[in-house]
């Protein structure tokens, strides 16, 4: 359905064999535990920047989806621990949520373009950890903790999702999840990106007023794109919140929304799968150095530097620049 | 028969400045149309009235007998009424049978979510517009750079570009920002072969704005002339040729220019 070819496909392949196989192997081999909650958070987070990853599709630069990822979390946590929810179906209502906040945000400000919309996202995630802290729901700055772990699901008696309680390992079970929601979510985008509304965004990011001509109903497309864009950030956010058993005010601040901003450009905005590598060499290259101590700041950001100094189009970039399929 | 387009006292004020006072016109169908006037005269900001670009301050435009001044553009382009650019206006990183092919989106009959499943009607859509895509291409002769990016075409072939864009959309009305400008002797004359076979053979009514006399005189059925926001003059080629306000708009008059 997904219309690969068999390259792509083999690559699909090595792909799902990695994630699913190789590292929960080699992790069982070296030992290293920890690094299942550093894939797992890699996963997430790539789920909120493919959303930002939509809206520069529309051409738009947007950094505000630590508020989408915040209000997911939030609503996912109150949707199970004060109204008593399945953690599964508080999921998607939590997608859900951050979508029609988006529309609603989006209506106003979806006008502004280039650097005016920026700004105004980059204050979107302030609002929402101050309303946060303000809400009586939310329980302030002490947050929402001890948030139940994911029970299990059974339609007919027949067992769909397993009870993550009675799991010898959450963390591999967390893992799987996330990744499951990861794939579904690039799946979705890749899709999105090569059917008419794909299209139809190319041609607002390149000429909005040229879309506007050939009768593309640009504020409709750029309320729909934000609003699936949101959707990710939720999404995301509920699932971390559910990972972390809390939220507080502070467990997306805007400097998470820089890294959904950064984790696209460093993938390539050209590639529907540059926020997910993005993320993954992020986030990853961050804890990597982490044992360089006090200079990790420091040598994260020279070679961020470096690679947007000569590789403006994103990782992916060195892969496609020596010509063939685009 | 009455008019395909009417334009109704329609008057355009940007603060103290009127831009378009009081215009009024009709557009029969299938005819080509021009606007022409000195630099100032208010012909983009009317063109872009029609198409709905810009509010007007008063009056209105009338297709078919529906108003459709004050609308929002893409409204107006589904109407039938489609406006196209100057060369910059395209779609710069995509190539040109891809601008065609998006510019068909009108034509779609499966929803977008149909798209986004691969549904039956939505696979036949995606065929059905990289045939018309074809066809056009070959109709306009750009059948060989239907592979360019738009974004390496020179002049010419971006001019041509933005009318296949503005074709595909299926239109009634084909509203042609300055397309001779720029061109050379030849190259004005086959653009304005094509956009007499567009006419002719497209039904496609045609209104354009332009500045190069010759080219206006050849291919319009009747021109509307603009000076300082004002319709000074209307009629066919010679009649306007031969109208002394319009001399007088473009050499200035003779007591002016010469002090006589």
Known sequence: MLGFNLKQLTGVGIFLFMIFIGVPFAIGVTGRWDFYFTLTSVALLAIASAGVWLTFYIGRINIGQGAFALIGAYVSAILVVKVGWSFWISLPAAGLFAAVVAILIGLPILRLRGVYFAMITLVLTQVVTLTALALPITNGARGISNIPLPSGISLFGIPILPDFVAMESTKLAFYYTACIIMLLTYAALYRLVNSRLGHLCRSMQQNEELASSIGVNISYIRIVIFAISSFFGGLGGAMFGSIAQSVYPSSFQVADSVNFMLNCFLGGLGYVFGPMLGTLVLYFGWDLLFEFGKYQMLIYSTILIIIIRFLPNGLLSIRFSKGGDK | MSPLLQVKNVTKKYGGLTANNAISFDVAENEILSVIGPNGAGKSTLFKMIASFTPTTSGEVIYRGERISNLKPHIVARKGVVRTFQETTIFKSMTVHESVVVAQHLRAKASLAGYFWGSKTAKEDVAAFGKYADELLEFLGMWDIRNEQASNL???????????????????????????????????????????????????????????????????????????????????????????????????????????
């Open chain 2, 154 to 260: 020179p002049q010419g072939s971006l001019r041509a570009l933005g009318i296949a864009i503005g074709l595909a959309t299926d239109p009634k009305v084909l509203l042609l920002d300055e397309p001779f400008a720029g061109m050379n002797h030849d190259e004005t004359m086959n653009m304005v072969d094509l956009v007499r076979s567009v006419r002719d053979e497209r039904d496609v009514t045609v209104m354009l704005v332009e500045h190069d006399m010759p080219a206006v005189m050849n291919i319009s059925d009747r021109i509307v002339v603009l000076n300082f926001g004002e319709k000074i003059a209307e009629g066919t080629p010679s009649e306007i040729q031969n109208n002394e306000k319009v001399i007088e708009a473009y050499l200035g008059s003779v007591d002016d220019e010469i002090g006589m």
